[in-house]
């Protein structure tokens, strides 16, 4: 009897073992969740009991979890739409998503809400994507609390800042900002249009020029603690930039590869500041730049700001500017620093394609698939190059990989139409 009793002992116990495991799987399976505006944050946030809105899904995520955020607009107080403080892990991210692409808006209502997307300390291991955002007064996507492996892609952001004229602001009103010491953020296939404060003039005190030209698409903050592994690859950015297309003027190990920027400016021309505040290792590759607005430079570097040199190697190459920045001249050209505290040799340019066009199929439609005649088409490097591009094409189509967002790979006598929901407002 003793060893019977022993032996239902130890069933009971690996009964109790077996369900309680299986129980804690099956609690931390995957959730997903659904929000839609004419849904109620009483709901199970189920697809056929959606939340309403985008904070109620934030509050309760746990790693591995998706929210699906159906067609309509999405609104939130004076601060933002969403705060995301919760986050996931390395093999299981938290994801945001656009049930349709660019049919779930993110809403400032004109400059009533700061801010779109809010990430904080905890926001680690996320992905936000194919959201339309616009109309916020400080930020479409913001994040200033040290958060790591982030991933944005896929969205539209645009009349950042741009509603109430042009205040003097020292704070930066970028589309996207990724602030003090965070890490491993990932920006892929998303557009920049419109963004920034609104000068009418020349500076006169209401709008001075300092203020203004912070406003950029993306803003790396160049204070301390630094940002640390950034990727910026297949973005668009066009129409009036007040800023800078990036601003990566304090920042370690950057890669800026493949994107296709097209705009006008408030201030000199170019598309990207380095130096800075400890910068290192940045790689500027692949890119088309196209008409920067009569401006004085290609990469404004603000080392004289800080008092100091750019800290280690600026890798310039294969990039495309249908203005001329003679390589020969780089301290008034391609490069310009104002206080004369630049280390050129902290600099390495090689191969990039001066004076051409790009040869869009239609520039004036916001169409930048590139003609067959284009120069951009097999005059890439693939060293660090993204494998796919902005429609998530493999790359290469060709003998090569393409400069620019979009890999060459149809006839110039059927060339197709922009991707829908592109035009300028």
């Given amino acids: 009897m003793k060893n019977n009793s022993n032996n239902l002992q130890k069933i009971f116990f690996l009964a109790i073992l077996f369900f309680g495991f299986f129980g804690l799987a099956q609690s931390s399976r995957a959730a997903e969740y659904y929000v839609a505006t004419t849904g109620s944050d009483s709901n199970s946030g189920s697809i056929n009991a959606p939340f309403k809105t985008i904070q109620k899904a934030a509050d309760i995520v746990n790693p591995g979890d998706t929210v699906i955020v159906k067609d309509g607009i999405y609104t939130g107080g004076a601060t933002q739409v969403a705060k995301l403080d919760r986050g996931g892990n390395a093999s299981a991210w938290i994801t945001f998503r656009a049930e349709n692409k660019w049919k779930a808006v993110i809403d400032g209502q004109q400059n009533a809400t700061k801010f779109g997307f809010n990430i904080w300390t905890n926001g680690n291991y996320l992905q936000i994507e194919d959201f339309e955002i616009k109309d916020f007064s400080w930020g479409g996507i913001w994040s200033n609390m040290q958060a790591d492996n982030v991933e944005i ?133 692949n890119n088309i730049l196209y008409d920067t607005g009569g401006g004085s430079c290609v990469i404004k570097d603000l080392s004289y700001w800080y008092g100091q040199p750019a800290t280690s190697t600026i890798t310039v190459k294969n990039n495309l500017l249908n203005q001329t920045y003679a390589e020969a001249a780089i301290a008034d050209r391609w490069i310009n620093g104002v206080g004369g505290l630049i280390a050129y040799n902290s600099y390495v340019f090689s191969n990039n394609i001066e004076g051409s066009s790009p040869e869009f199929v239609d520039l004036v439609n916001n169409n930048f698939y590139l003609k067959s005649v284009s120069p951009a088409i097999d005059n890439g490097v693939s060293l660090s190059a993204p494998a796919y591009d902005f429609n998530n094409t493999s790359r290469p189509q060709g003998a090569g990989y393409d400069i620019g967002a979009y890999e060459y790979v149809y006839s110039d006598t059927t060339p197709p139409s922009a991707p829908t929901g592109l035009t300028v407002q």
């Fill in 153 to 285: 892609s896929g969205n539209k952001i645009h009349h950042i800042g741009a509603w109430d004229g042009c205040p003097d602001y020292n704070s930066g009103r970028p589309a996207i900002y990724q602030g003090l010491g965070t890490s491993y953020y990932n920006y892929d296939s998303n557009v920049f249009y419109n963004i920034g404060r609104t000068p009418t003039g020349p500076p006169d005190g209401t709008c001075e020029t300092h203020f203004y030209q912070h406003d950029h698409a993306i803003y790396l903050s160049h204070d301390w603690p630094m940002t640390d592994h950034t990727t910026i690859t297949n973005n668009l950015v066009y129409g009036r930039i007040a800023g800078w297309a990036v601003a990566a003027d304090g920042s370690r190990d950057v890669t800026i590869s493949n994107n296709t920027f097209s705009f006008y400016r408030g201030g000199d021309g170019g598309f990207v500041t380095t130096g800075g505040l400890r910068q290192s290792n940045v790689l500027i590759q």
